[in-house]
């Protein structure tokens, strides 16, 4: 457990109640989760088309930055091309709709496998060549732009002209397609944030989550204690791959078209690693924290200014820059874990 | 059979040699010093007992099973832990989350690897100290923590990268009587490198004294420091061998 875990929580309370019975912290916690649960359930009912879609993004960030996190924040590699799988997902997925009529539940499996793959091989190659760091992430970002350059001359996927969908009836509820009303992009991607939320607890709590955190701090101290470094970082970067491919197939399905100047973009990158940055790098609850944080300050200033009438591009990104320089600055471990101190539950930084 | 067995081992780096044609055993159970002067090559020799560089040629055996020029994480699965002369804490981990990464080398669950990491903890008299970050600790508690988390991984073998560097007398003795103490009740056999002869005295039974890459001499502790070659590359050439006292501090 963590430190600070280890210290927070309510002074009156003895070790040995903790695990017999409810202390006040653990009803803060029981209380703020049913809360949040309770809202994020019902958005779609109260909120209107562009709330849904604005925390479909938010949802959406926080997945990616979730599984970004297992890579960087638990393993301690760096990779600033995630968009590669993202792209990569989308195609593969999108390729198989739109020439052989194959629905998206039979084309995540062939983007987790590619993503997978193709993870493997940049792992391997990186860490065989002893790759880290700064290098490793240069490394991620080649790659992303070689597939952005490929897609781009690859026609049978659309090439620079895009790749577009068959949209049909939005009102119509057709699961098998993927198709149907926006809350149903918004309940897909809150069930894929709760299991990757969950799949991160979990593993953080076995060896793998003990051994990455090992790597992360110190790779040459962890082989001399008997750990297969490459095995578990290959691990790491594969998995995250594959979390990342599948919220690829999500988005070709929800946005109905793919350019490869978008999709694999480096801004898109960046916008992955934003989240968990800002939120928390090696925390649970980090990207989430980041992402919604996002979402809200730079969308909710784009909406504000666009009613005034005031048409500013880039204000987006200029909002992301500010939060990342504050963030930076004064908190250099990221929202959640102060956030977490404030409302009196564990940071869960590991 | 000797529990460890180095044979004809060299290694040299871009043309410069730093180990050449080091030869010697160790009998199980016991504690072995290893000293020379700085740049001697002990680093450099333990690095390719523990799997961290390949020898370029000659045999490393454990138990008779070679495992010279293995990655350094199967070298510690045959059974040797080593600790780092620049300590190496995971420091933005708890101090038992750092023994339960040792542990769980031998253990099959996070739970069972837990209660060894307790128990050499206790052992080490960290027990105190487990829930605080290693980041916190001082160099003596990091040094514990390093032999914590080897000696979790259930070595045959222990290697200890000059422990006693930087610490105060009081701490190097308590030191030294936890590691007597491993030895005596666990049986495990230690090879350490040390300038601080206090205590080498204290621990080794036999010495092997390295100097620009070869062994010089081996052999029972207190014979070794009256050696004249010993004293020679220590003191120089010029100095008084038969006025240098046995078992002062030669660093």
Known sequence: ?????????????????????????????????????????????????????????????????????????????????????????????AGLFSHFGVGPWAGVWLAVVLCGAVGAFIGWLAFRLKVSGVQLSLL??????????????????????????????????????????????????????????????????????????????????????????????????????TMTAVAGVFFAFYNNSLFPEQIFSFGRSIEIVLGPVIGGLGTLFGPVVGAVTLVVLGDGATEVLTRAGIDVPGVRQAIHGVVLLIVTIYLPNGLWPPLARVLGVRSGRL | MALLEVEDVAKSFRGLRAIERVSFDLERHSITALIGPNGAGKTTLFNLIAGAFRPDRGHIRLNGRAIGGLPAHRVCAAGVARTFQLVKPFAGLSVLDNAIVGALRGERT??????????????????????????????????????????????????????????????????????????????????????????????????????????????????????????????????????????????
Request: hydrophobic share 50%.
């Open chain 1, 140 to 241: 991620t970002v080649a790659f992303a732009e070689l597939a952005r350059i490929g897609f781009d001359h690859l026609e049978w996927l659309g090439g620079p002209g895009g790749l577009f969908l068959r949209v049909g009836d939005r009102s119509h509820l057709d699961l098998l397609a993927f198709r149907g009303p926006p809350a149903l992009y918004y309940y897909a991607m809150l069930g894929l944030c709760a299991a990757a939320l969950g799949l991160c607890t979990l593993l953080l709590r076995r060896r793998a989550g003990y051994y990455w955190r090992a790597i992360r701090e110190d790779e040459v101290a962890a082989q001399a204690l008997g750990i297969d470094t490459l095995r578990w970082k290959l691990f790491a970067v594969v998995l995250s791959s």
């Open chain 2, 110 to 251: 996070v739970a069972s690897a837990r209660v060894r990491a307790q128990a050499v903890l206790d052992r080490l008299g960290l027990a105190a100290k487990a829930s605080l970050p290693a980041s916190s600790l001082t160099l003596a508690d990091r040094r514990r923590l390093e032999v914590a988390r080897a000696l979790a991984t259930r070595p045959t073998l222990l290697l200890l990268d000059e422990m006693m560097a930087g610490l105060r007398p009081a701490e190097i003795d308590e030191l030294v009587g936890v590691l007597r103490d491993l030895q005596r009740q666990e049986g495990i056999t230690i090879l350490l490198t040390e300038h601080v002869m206090r205590a080498v005295m204290a621990l080794a039974g036999q010495i092997v004294v390295l100097h620009h890459g070869e062994v010089i001499a081996r052999g029972e502790a207190a014979s070794i420091v009256r050696n004249p070659a010993v004293l020679d590359c220590y003191l120089g050439e010029d100095a008084p061998i038969d006025e240098a006292p046995a078992g002062r501090d030669v660093t």
């Open chain 1, 1 to 93: 457990m963590s430190p600070e875990g280890s210290v927070e929580g309510s002074p009156v309370a003895a070790p040995a109640e903790a695990t017999t019975s409810r202390t006040p912290a653990d009803r803060r916690r029981l209380a703020l989760m049913a809360a949040v649960g309770a809202v994020v359930l019902a958005l779609p009912l109260f909120g209107g088309s562009y709330l849904v879609s604005v925390a479909t993004l938010a949802l959406y960030l926080a997945y990616v930055g979730q599984a970004w996190n297992l890579m960087m924040g638990f393993a301690g590699q760096l990779s600033l091309g995630h968009s590669l799988y993202v792209g990569l997902g989308a195609y593969a997925a």
